[in-house]
């Protein structure tokens, strides 16, 4: 049996006083020996954490019956799964202006919503011809697995998606789409966005990418490849277990076990897909963060610090002007019409 469980979680609900919500859910985390990050905003809460199953458990319990929350949290979106080691470094709790980002205030999900689909009835639902099968994830997520016949927006971040729609979707035509993303709360703001624009039916995984790999059999199963998910397991598959990937630690791009075959990956350093692309002094940063993660690990700690926060965050920006690079580049590569 996994040593940890993990916990996604979401929920659209009217937290006013959110900002009073923050150290509290910090503090009982931390005392718990939970890791990971969750988001608060004025529309809800969501995030991903990891802890003993006995400690997860009784976040659940403080979610569900803690005074300061008074049951808003109850009822929301939650999915576990299991992991064979901590999956994050540390724990954050975040203030945001959204819990999943898409700029367009016409996008509210405790108003206006589109039809939850449960996972048994998803395979009916996209093997319909009629229907405009969408997945609203970014195109690094959607390049390791996606659902047969799914239409990649081919974004790099979720504010694009309105784009998207506007100039390859049209309401008088489209009139009946289904939308998926990891774990839900992407499609559920999408399918608010696209009712506010007129579209008739719009239809939405209930729980995501996650809940169908978890209920549905392999063998019925139309997902193809694996589901990346954002911490140190990197991916999972069918039933939840841990996937085959991981992440280069210079571009933070997923990688499969061939692409960690490639003449020009250095574990720890670069992959194909950075390594003519990253500076010198941005390969030795790479080199020594994988150096003192793999000596935290050989005294049982986790890799902290500022030093490690700072480097996430230039990789962030970094792995955005990689995949515009990359992008350009498919399309310099691409026939023309």
């Not at 009073?20 to 503090?27: C, Q, S, V």
């Not at 809800?44 to 954490?49: A, F, K, R, Y």
């Not at 969408?134 to 927006?153: K, M």
């Amino acid at each position: 049996m996994s040593e940890f469980k993990v916990v996604a979680l979401y929920k659209f609900v009217a937290l006013p006083d959110y900002r009073e919500l923050r150290d509290p859910i910090y503090d009982f985390c931390v005392q718990h020996g939970i890791k990971g990050a969750l988001l608060l905003a004025e529309e809800g809460i969501n995030g991903t954490v990891a802890g003993s199953p006995e400690d997860i458990d009784a976040l659940m319990d403080y979610f569900a019956r803690g005074n300061l929350f008074k049951g808003r949290l109850t009822g929301g979106e939650v999915k576990f799964s299991r992991a064979s080691e901590m999956p994050f470094m540390r724990m954050k709790v975040k203030l945001k202006k959204e819990i999943v980002t898409l700029r367009a205030p016409e996008a509210d999900p405790t108003k206006l919503v589109g039809t939850y689909v449960e996972p048994n009835d998803w395979n009916n639902i996209i093997s319909d011809e009629e229907t405009i099968v969408l997945d609203t994830r970014n195109d690094y997520e959607v390049a390791i697995g996606t659902f047969e016949g799914a239409l990649d927006p081919k974004t790099d971040n979720f504010t694009q998606f309105k784009d998207f729609v506007e100039k390859n979707l049209d309401p008088t035509k489209n009139k009946k789409v289904a939308m998926f993303c990891t774990g839900g709360i992407r499609c559920e703001k999408a399918s608010s966005y696209m009712l506010a624009k007129g579209f008739e039916e719009v239809y939405h995984l209930k729980g995501g990418i996650l809940k169908y790999l978890e209920e549905t059999p392999e063998e019925t199963s139309m997902w193809n490849g694996e589901c990346f998910v954002f911490d140190e397991r990197v991916s999972v598959g069918h039933g939840l277990v841990e996937g085959e990937l991981a992440l280069c630690r210079a571009c933070r791009f997923p990688l499969t076990p061939e692409d960690m075959q490639h003449a020009d990956y250095i574990e720890g350093q670069q992959c194909h897909h950075c390594a003519d692309k990253i500076s010198e002094k941005s390969r030795a940063r790479a080199a020594e963060r994988e150096k003192q993660i793999r000596l935290a690990e050989e005294r049982g700690q986790q890799h902290i610090g500022d030093q490690a926060q700072k480097f996430a965050e230039q990789n962030k920006l970094r792995m955005k002007k990689l995949r515009e690079e990359q992008r350009l580049l498919n399309q310099a590569r691409s026939p023309t019409d």
